[in-house]
Antibody, heavy 119, light 109 residues
Framework: QITLKESGPTLVKPTQTLTLTCTFS??????????VGWIRQPPGKALEWLGV???????RFSPSLKSRLTITKDTSKNQVVLTMTNMDPVDTATYYC???????????WGQGALVTVSS | SVLTQPPSASGTPGQRVSISCSGS????????VTWYQQLPGTAPNLLIY???QRPSGVPDRFSGSKSGTSASLAISGLQSEDEADYYC???????????FGGGTELTVL
């Protein structure tokens, strides 16, 4: 079955760069049409889509965050890495990675990783 | 949020409730709608995809529909365990990404 799990720091200082890794199983990111997306959810607030990387290395990002985001993949390790620069306290949220298909919302979700931005 | 949902909904056990999701021609009007259920303290879970398809394991009490630039999630035979937040989502051709609704908190009275 498809599983995903996020890993990374739980606490980040303002202005620092956040790096989160998504390790997945049950699918291959080299399969046609497959993607891994990132979504975040501030405490008590709604879901916010961040971006997605597809099997062919095509990437799409939220327009409001595009300048701060990088998404890369390591197909051999079944991992996707999200990098977000210049972190601010408003970026405090649970960050999720999830499986997706081309030009579709995500389907299978990871358990999420809470990241707090504080000095 | 790009997609508009009512912030709250409620019903009594056994009742049927409906949650709306309103968008535009670049998202719901052009692409399929997905619905998620998020139980307290957990990750969202896929409830409906491709407007009205249920993944295996999702009870047939849950159904989805779409018309024009709006979509709707219906829950029949409401149960206490249905108390959760519900989100709609769709691909947006103008933004070139996924857009979510603001979520609807469902209370079972």
């Amino acid at each position: 079955q498809i599983t995903l799990k996020e890993s990374g720091p739980t606490l980040v200082k303002p202005t620092q760069t956040l790096t989160l890794t998504c390790t997945f199983s049950g699918f291959s990111l080299s399969s046609n049409g497959v993607g891994v997306g990132w979504i975040r959810q501030p405490p008590g607030k709604a879901l916010e889509w961040l971006g997605v990387i597809y099997w062919n290395d095509d990437k799409r990002f939220s327009p409001s965050l595009k300048s701060r985001l990088t998404i890369t993949k390591d197909t051999s390790k079944n991992q996707v890495v999200l990098t977000m620069t210049n972190m601010d306290p408003v970026d405090t949220a649970t960050y999720y990675c999830a499986h997706s298909h081309l030009w579709e919302p995500v389907d299978y979700w990871g358990q999420g990783a809470l990241v707090t931005v504080s000095s | 949020s790009v997609l508009t949902q009512p912030p709250s909904a409620s019903g009594t056990p056994g009742q049927r409730v409906s949650i709306s999701c309103s968008g535009s021609g670049s998202n719901i009007g052009s692409n399929t709608v997905t619905w998620y259920q998020q139980l307290p303290g957990t990750a969202p879970n896929l409830l409906i995809y491709s407007n009205n398809q249920r993944p295996s394991g999702v009870p047939d009490r849950f159904s989805g529909s779409k018309s024009g630039t709006s979509a709707s999630l219906a829950i029949s035979g409401l149960q206490s365990e249905d108390e959760a937040d519900y989100y709609c989502a769709a691909w947006d051709d103008s933004l070139n990404g996924v857009v979510f609704g603001g979520g609807t908190e469902l209370t079972v009275l």
